[in-house]
């Protein structure tokens, strides 16, 4: 009888799992990923509503720009192009004020309007994120928080000396004191920054890209999340799917095989290690098991992993319980994507918002730290959908096509997508249908206080408008579960070698050769090539793949020690 044998068998073709199989199979593996939906690439999905218009449902920055994947996968020779913006953010309020906060390739127009707006030249933490970015080193700290594993548990290390400290230690040795470790970024932020708006902006950017930022504990992985942003600057030239292409490229020249439309239903257990999976009744791929000789992995949440592919009677009741534990209520975001001729034109922007420096991500209304408060409530305590004042509602503006002509015909403009934080649908407290039942009014109210803010996004402006509540991306993807883009909170019981739980904090699992790669381990969420760099480290200690010379660890790695104690 014919069978489908491979060294491993990748579950879910999404971000994380095409890029472990395409390491996995420059590495030399024969390598299968199996794809649910018709087409591979999960969370970085472009999608064109009209012809000729892309918008960008889930994922729209690239985050990653330190990854060493781009040159350990050579992701250029297989269509990777970045677009490099001339400004990344800026930030209006009511009363009044655009601040152009420019970008790591356009430091100056950052400093200008900051200097304009307050009189005085950007110091302290401000210079950091405006004048230093992507300078001194800040490939390293980003790369101790994300693409490092975890350390093994028999490591007893204090917070200080986690890699990210050190790091942090070394390069900014002006700001560091004892007291970080413990301090959420807010508190780094009232201590630091004294313009209020800009400290609203920083939480916001910090919420948006990660930890949120009143997390203890979490400072430098919330500054972590606003930094990668900043360090990038950009994003892949035709929106995120392209960089998608390019990782699925790279994995099939090395010769893996990619199959979509292929739902997986169980993992096949045998004497408590994965041997391979079958697929559901439903998947149109004749052969309905794959054996995996050398490795099971799943792409896929944990949740998923757990309650639902590996049979029950493996898994000890009390590990399954934690499963169910795990908290999702990360930030879901309701996305709109607006069509228009002319982009907007804020109040109070006349000297910085010109179309060569305009800024691609505007968070408005940015006024002070109630904003950020107020919305933080409504997703994280109220958990329903929230009012409809300007407090409630500051919307995360992304514009791509000012650098990136191939968003969209000439003559018109897209904003895609305009986020904006809401409660997963599993924990909004009028069922998981609240957000949807009420999206009419919020687009409504949302398009009516940008039209506030800036007077042209008024009726003849305005082409088409196109929504994508959380609920909506759970149903497009199955791996966005809760709608949720960070896979599970992002908190300090929650991170590093306690993501998602901590047996599970290096991506093995209690079922030998059954690991995990999905954003629900750590660094979590975001396309950063991150979670498959990390996992490498650990198929390699336990001699799955030997890569070649192309290949180079993090410095900060810890490996096991044989004694059980670490040197
Ligand atoms: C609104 C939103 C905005 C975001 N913005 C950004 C951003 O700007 N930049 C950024 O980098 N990231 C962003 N993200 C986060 C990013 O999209 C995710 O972190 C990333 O896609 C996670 O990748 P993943 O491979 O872990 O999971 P996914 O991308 O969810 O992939 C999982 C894959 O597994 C498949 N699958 C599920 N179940 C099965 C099964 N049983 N069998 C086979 N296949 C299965 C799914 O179809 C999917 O393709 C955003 C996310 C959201 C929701």
Redesign the pocket.
Known sequence: MHEERFDVVV???????STIAAYLAKSGLSVCV????PE?????ENTEPRPGFRIDP???????GAAPGFEQLELWKYGFRMVYYQSMAGLVTQDGIAANLGGRWNKEVGVDSIKSLTGTDPQGAEALFLQNLGDNGQRDLLRSLFWTPPVPSEYELEPKDLPWWKVFRDLLPGFWTDRLVDMSFIDFLDEFISWEPLRCFESFAAWYCGAHPAWDGMLLPSLGGALLVGYSSGSPRGG?HTYAHAIIRCAMAHGARIITN???GEIIVQNGRAVGVKLDDLASYPEKTIWADKAVIS??DVK?TFLK?VPRSHLDASFTQKVKDVSLKGGS?F?LSVICRELPKYHGNKDYFPEEVYPSCVAAPADNMEFFYTQTRDAYSHKKAPELTPEHLTMMICTHDVYDNTRCPEGYHILS?I?LEVPPPQYDVTGPEGINRHKEEITDAALKLLKSLAPNMDGANIVDVYLNTPYD?EFR????SG?????ARQSEDQWFNMRPVAELGRYKTPIDSLYLC??TSHPG????MA?PYNLMHILIEDEIVEPKSWWYPSPWYMPPTKTGVGS
């Open positions: 579950i879910g073709g999404g971000h994380n799992g199996l794809e649910e939906r591979c690439g999960g969370g970085q889930h994922a729209t920055y690239l985050y990653g995120m292929a739902s997986v792409a896929v998923q592919l975001l996305v997508p986020y991306s993807n199955a791996g966005m709608g949720n883009w960070y896979g999905n954003h969420g975001l396309c950063l979670v």
